[in-house]
């Protein structure tokens, strides 16, 4: 089993949809990050989390610790929004803490 | 500000050559981070660099190596390519590394082919 599992893999939308991407975690984290790539590859930095919930534009971000859950949801959803979530997280180990990635979602977003 | 650059954009190589990947930061950033992200496992931590120093590695054999210079300029090195090595690398950078509470910024990549 993946330490860092998201779901759903793949979700078709139509524009205006309220969307929500899970991502759930069986380490203990000290960070958890919310990716977006495009297609051709180029990443993107979403969100940064350890506690709580961010907010930036139509993305916000929530973690649940105690549950080790994490959700991204998009309000009003456009085509632009079109690309792989990613989530990731930084194990507690210290400086010896490794990045485990999700596997990503898929995003498409229907005129 | 100029973002994150990475050359070269693509390579092609064969079985048991080595290639050499370079990154060049945001100005101000000492922290430089390199990913691999093939199809089948995704995205892959290799290893982070702060200031001229491993800060943390990744579950990669020795044959990729990497070192960060002075002015924060970072390469990464692969040996004896082997098929699976065929990947797109990624570099980030930021202030603090991964675990700060700052935002890491991605280059374009390198997309290697090994043949």
């Known amino acids: 089993k993946n330490e860092v599992e998201q779901s759903p893999q793949n979700l078709t939308a139509q524009e205006g949809e309220f969307i929500t991407i899970n991502c759930s975690y069986s380490v203990g984290i000290s960070a958890l990050h919310w990716l977006q790539q495009h297609p051709g590859g180029g990443i993107v930095s979403l969100f940064m989390?350890?506690?709580g919930k961010k907010k930036h534009g139509r993305l916000i971000a929530t973690i649940n610790i105690q549950e080790k859950h994490s959700s991204l949801h998009i309000t009003a959803s456009h085509p632009r929004d079109s690309a792989v979530y990613i989530c990731?997280?930084?194990?507690?180990?210290?400086?010896?803490?490794?990045?485990?990635f999700g596997k990503g979602t898929k995003l498409s977003v229907k005129p | 500000k100029a973002g994150v650059t990475q050359t070269p954009r693509y390579l092609i190589k064969t079985r048991g050559q080595q290639v050499t990947l370079s990154c060049s930061p945001i100005s101000g950033h000492r922290s430089v981070s390199w990913y691999q992200q093939t199809p089948g496992q995704g995205l892959q931590f290799l290893f982070e660099?702060?200031?001229?120093?491993?800060?943390n590695k990744g579950n990669f054999p020795g044959r990729f190596s990497g070192r960060q210079f002075s002015n924060s300029r970072s390469e990464m090195n692969v040996s004896t390519l082997e098929l699976g090595d065929s990947a797109l690398y990624l570099c980030a950078s930021s202030f603090t590394g991964f675990g700060g509470t700052d935002t890491q910024y991605f280059g374009p990549g390198t997309r290697l082919t090994v043949l």
């Open positions: 990731a997280v930084r194990g507690d180990g210290g400086s010896q803490g490794n990045l485990i």
């Open positions: 989390l350890s506690s």
């Open positions: 660099y702060f200031s001229e120093t491993q800060r």
